[in-house]
C-alpha cells in the first residue's frame, strides 16, 4: 500500500512480478495521477485524506502539488532554504479525513504485508489510523521530517516511538535529506543541515516468533512470505538466510515453501555465481556513486536508497 501515492507505483515493488501483487494507492488530491494505468498502476485506489480520526479536513494545496498537506506549511522555517516558494498555499480544499483501519474493513483486506508513507508532516496521524492493522505489517517505508516543515506535525522521533509502542516493527535503514541554505556556488560536494528520512522499519528476528504467534494461524505462512518479500524487494539476503534457519516450530510454517520462495527470488543471479566475491567491486561502484553526486539544484542532497540494489550482480 502506497499512501500519498501521486507518482503511481514506485520502486522497487514496480520491479516486481506482479501476479505477487496486490496494489492499493491512496491519495487526497483529486488532482494526483493514481488511476493510471501500465506497469505502474494500482489494483485499488483510496480517494481519500488518511487520518487518526474520520471528519472534515482542510487539505493545503500548494504551488509545487506534492508539497501539499493537511498541515500549512511551517514559512517562517522553510523561508531560510532555496525555493521555499513552492510550499506557498494556493488553495484551500475542504475534505473528509477517514482512518485506515475502517477504509479496509470496507474493503474486506484483512492485513497488509507492507506500506509506504509519504504525506508532508501528516505520517503520525496516518500511523495512528493504521488502528490494529499496525501489528500486521511486517514492511514499513515512511517519510519523516526531523525538522517543524509543516506546523503542528510530529517529527521523526515521535513517529519512531509511537511506531515501537504499538508495533513490533522497529528501524531498519534511512536514506537522509540534506538542505543547504544556499545554492552549492564554490564547486564544492558539502552537505547541509538533515532535514527528513525515508526510514524502512522491518519486523526483526529478536520478535518474529512473537510477531507470528499474536497472528491467526491460518495466515502465518502468508505473513512471513510478505516479510520474506519486504526483504527480497530492499536487498537483505542476509535476513532472510537467518530467517531459513530459524527454529519456527510450533508455528503454522511449512519452511521448506519458504526455502522454495527464497530459491525462485531475484538474489539468484548468473553473475554472482561467476563471480561471488564481488566486495571490492561493489565498493568501487559505492565510491563512483558519491564522487559523481551532485545535490540537487545545487542545494538539496540525498544519497544513495533504502536497502541494497544490485548494478550488473553486485551489490550497492
Same mark, same amino acid.
Given at each position: ?23 492499493? +494507492? ?5 488532482? *494526483?495521477? !493514481? &488511476?493510471?494505468? @501500465? ?5 485499488? %485506489?483510496?480517494? #481519500? ?58 474493503? +474486506? ?5 507492507? *506500506?509506504? !508513507? &509519504?504525506?508532508? @508532516? ?5 500511523? %495512528?489510523?493504521? #488502528? ?43 536514506r537522509n535529506v ?68 530459524m527454529d519456527l ?40 556513486a558519491v564522487l ?25
Amino acid at each position: 500500500m502506497d499512501v500519498g501515492s501521486r507518482g503511481g507505483l514506485m520502486r522497487p515493488w514496480v520491479d516486481f512480478d506482479r501476479s505477487l501483487l496486490f496494489t492499493i +494507492g491512496v491519495d487526497a488530491d483529486e488532482g *494526483a495521477d !493514481i &488511476d493510471r494505468c @501500465g506497469d505502474d498502476a494500482f489494483d485499488v %485506489v483510496i480517494r #481519500g485524506a488518511l487520518s487518526d480520526s474520520s471528519g472534515p479536513g482542510e487539505l493545503y494545496l500548494t504551488e509545487s502539488p506534492g508539497a501539499s498537506s493537511l498541515l500549512k506549511p511551517a514559512i517562517d522555517f522553510l523561508s531560510r532554504y532555496p525555493d521555499s516558494g513552492r510550499f506557498n498555499i494556493v488553495e484551500n480544499r475542504t475534505l473528509m479525513r477517514v482512518r485506515l483501519d475502517e477504509e479496509l474493513l470496507k474493503l +474486506g483486506i484483512e492485513r497488509l504485508d507492507f *506500506a509506504k !508513507i &509519504d504525506v508532508q @508532516g501528516y505520517a503520525f496521524n496516518v500511523l %495512528v489510523g493504521f #488502528g490494529i492493522y499496525l501489528n500486521k505489517v511486517s514492511g514499513l517505508e515512511v517519510e519523516a521530517e526531523h525538522m517543524e516543515m509543516y506546523l503542528g506535525e510530529q517529527t521523526f522521533s515521535s513517529i519512531d516511538q509511537y511506531i515501537r509502542e504499538n508495533s513490533y516493527l522497529r528501524l531498519w535503514d534511512m536514506r537522509n535529506v540534506r538542505w543547504r541554505m544556499s545554492p552549492e556556488s564554490d564547486g564544492i560536494n558539502t552537505r547541509g543541515r538533515l532535514i527528513y528520512s525515508d526510514c524502512l522499519y522491518l519486523i526483526p528476528p529478536e520478535h518474529l516468533v512473537s510477531w507470528l504467534s499474536l497472528q491467526p494461524k491460518q495466515d502465518q505462512q502468508q505473513m512471513l512470505s510478505g516479510l520474506i518479500y519486504n526483504s527480497i524487494a530492499f536487498g537483505y539476503p542476509d535476513y532472510i538466510q537467518y530467517i531459513v534457519n530459524m527454529d519456527l516450530s510450533g508455528l503454522n510454517i511449512d519452511i521448506n515453501e519458504i526455502k522454495k520462495q527464497c530459491k525462485t527470488n531475484r538474489f539468484s543471479s548468473t553473475l554472482r555465481r561467476i563471480i561471488p566475491k564481488s566486495y571490492w567491486i561493489s565498493w568501487l561502484l559505492r565510491l563512483l556513486a558519491v564522487l559523481t553526486y551532485r545535490p540537487q539544484n545545487g542545494w538539496s542532497s540525498g544519497r544513495g536508497h533504502i536497502g541494497n540494489r544490485r548494478i550488473f550482480g553486485f551489490w550497492i
